[in-house]
């Protein structure tokens, strides 16, 4: 088993950033794609963005492109999600997931059934 932890979630304005950090254990980190997800109150859980085992290819949600930036540091087997002039529609339970497959498109990435361990998830709230 692969344990998930977020963590670097919280209450920030409109237009601030914030750096949500996940940290893996249990697996080899540097085996597994790694992805965001993120889940609005009411709202299905949707893809934000995606990085494979080395860090070479990434993918995003349009919704979030040129904001947030996906990163991994296998060495600390750790993820990031840098994110940037946050907008009120950002606020949401951030999730982290990890999978064994490879991600080939977007339209797999986006796929929740695709990954193998998520995280608990970290709350992010962007206020005006």
């Known amino acids: 088993q692969m344990q998930l932890v977020e963590s670097g979630g919280g209450l920030v304005q409109a237009g601030d950033s914030l750096r949500l950090s996940c940290a893996a254990s249990g697996r080899t980190f540097s085996n597994y794609a790694m992805a965001w997800f993120r889940q609005a109150p009411g709202e299905e859980r949707e893809f934000v963005a995606t990085i494979s085992w080395g860090g070479r290819h990434t993918f995003y949600a349009d919704s979030i492109k040129g904001r947030f930036t996906i990163s991994r540091d296998n060495a600390k087997n750790t993820g990031y999600l840098q994110m940037n002039s946050l907008k009120l529609e950002d606020t949401a339970v951030y999730y982290c997931?990890?999978?064994?497959?490879?991600?080939?498109?977007?339209?797999?990435?986006?796929?929740?059934?695709?990954?193998?361990?998520w995280g608990q998830g970290t709350h992010v709230t962007v206020s005006s």
């Open positions: 997931a990890a999978r064994r497959s490879v991600v080939t498109s977007i339209q797999t990435a986006r796929v929740k059934e695709g990954y193998d361990y």
